[in-house]
């Protein structure tokens, strides 16, 4: 015999939200459907609770309890490779980190700020890695900030960037092999959490730990003059900074899956760029740095 009351429920209509609608549109292509499953089960949760809170306000008993529960952040947006926050002046960035997580907070003269900072976060591979950009940050401290990211599990490494323009300022978080990442913005107060996690299910058609990717790269030179003439020499090629085994930099261009496509690349710039090109063929993989 069925249940009734079940059968009611089951048969009530789900309204659209707007909170779920803009998890949706932060996901980029790619995404898997498990992380958006994961999402979406954080989004109803903070509804229900914020729901929950509103109806009891006008309970005295209720809203007497509900003053020690804390203030739910606004989810902004979910991606891997985006960019949000507002232009904000005079604004400290702070670093939490844990072995799962890191939470990046900003602090202005009035404490911490509504918004996060204006930011932009990019995706890269061989090795498997994000670099994060902060524009117009007052004050950064780096390692700090790498002391933090550094207590997660899935962090191999973290190392500052050249950024192109003076007021900003960008570093790099390195992965482990097996390892994966979601950036989740967040309002009221502005905060960026970075999550990472074990990634075993590879959808057809992304890399796979272990595939060799094929690149455009450098020689390493030492983090400074020499890697900013680089960046600007290749900058209409999008160049991307790595950091080597040896503790030198270098600049990649593209990525590619067979080494024949890659040769293919170089020839054409070689014949754009001429007798300054100093690119060559190079390849790596996921979970592991070149040697210099």
């Known amino acids: 015999m069925g249940n009734p009351g079940k059968e009611r ?45 509103s ?5 005295p008993s209720v809203s007497a309890y509900a003053e020690e529960i804390p203030i739910l952040r606004f989810f902004v947006q979910a991606f891997q490779a985006g960019e949000g926050g507002e232009e904000l002046e005079n604004v ?6 844990g072995p799962k997580e890191a939470v990046i907070s900003f602090v202005g003269e009035d404490g ?18 994000l670099e994060v950009i902060f524009h117009g940050a007052a004050q950064m401290d780096f390692e700090m900030i790498r002391k933090e990211i550094l207590k997660a599990t899935a962090v191999r490494d973290v190392y500052e960037t050249i950024a192109r323009r003076a007021a900003d300022f960008s570093f790099v978080i390195a992965l482990n092999k097996g390892y994966n990442y979601e950036v989740m913005e967040f309002a009221d107060p502005g905060e960026l959490t970075v999550s990472f996690y074990p990634d075993a299910y590879y959808e057809k058609g992304e890399p796979h730990p272990d ?14 003059d020499e890697l900013r003439e680089l960046l600007e020499q290749y900058w209409k090629e999008s160049p991307v900074q790595v950091k080597a085994e040896s503790g030198d930099y270098l600049i ?8 024949e ?8 710039l070689e014949e754009r760029y001429g007798d300054d090109f100093s690119l060559y063929v190079d390849s790596g993989r996921m979970g592991e740095a070149p040697a210099g």
């Open 112 to 129: 911490q700020t509504d918004r996060a900072l204006s930011y932009s976060v990019s995706s890269h591979l061989a090795p498997a890695r």
């Open 92 to 97: 400290a960035v702070l670093v939490e980190g």
């Open 9 to 53: 429920y089951d048969l009530i209509p789900i309204p659209d939200d707007k909170l779920l609608l803009a998890i949706d549109r932060g996901f980029v292509k790619n995404h898997r459907m498990r992380r958006m499953r994961r999402l979406r089960r954080f989004a109803v949760s903070a509804a229900s609770v914020f729901l929950a809170v």
């Open 55 to 59: 109806v009891c306000a006008n309970v």
């Open 252 to 259: 990649a261009v593209g990525g590619y899956d067979t080494r």
């Open 261 to 268: 496509d890659a040769e293919e690349a170089a020839v054409a």
């Open 211 to 224: 595939q060799e990717i094929y690149f455009l790269r450098s020689q390493a030179v030492a983090f400074g």
